[in-house]
């Protein structure tokens, strides 16, 4: 699952009367949108900064360009700033030995510390009990850019953990006996 943090110059009570319009429903800790598997949740921080910008967790577990989209949607149109990208990668058969040894054997990623963290392409790879962050912060005073951090992030995830396809094989329904 993806989790942005942004910043909106939009106070989190003002911002529950705009998402309703486009579908958004309160839950406990903020507002969620919801279709078939695929949920953006925005989350104000519990304690705001005092400035005009008020900070939002986003978490979100479709597609990137769906992700894009629902972010342009609600926080995009109060000029929402990204500051930082994550992404909790979890795999019940890898355990935090099997994840070091992973990391360790690929050339592309550089150890920062041999407890479990490691950087690849401005990206922090962070390895805590059995689960892999990825994590992307913007520079001070800096924004990210949404769709190439996004991207940037996910082409780690696919090379820790690719998606698994078997060109060979058909399902039952598939096969038809003549």
Known sequence: MFKITCFAPIDPSQLEGALRGIHFQKVKNG???KLDSTTFRIEPFQNQPRDSMKAYRIYFDGSIEGCC???????????????????????????YEDWLKDLRKKSSYKMVDPR????????????VQNTVTIQLRSKKNQKLKMVDCLKKVDLIREELMPDKYDLFSLSNSEIEIA
């Open 116 to 127: 479990g963290l490691f950087s690849k392409d401005n990206c922090v790879v962070v390895v």
């Open 69 to 95: 989209y629902l972010f342009d949607l609600s926080m995009g149109a109060f000029g929402g700033i990204i500051t930082g990208i994550e992404y909790l990668l979890e795999d019940p058969s890898m355990k």
């Open 31 to 33: 507002f969620e949108w």
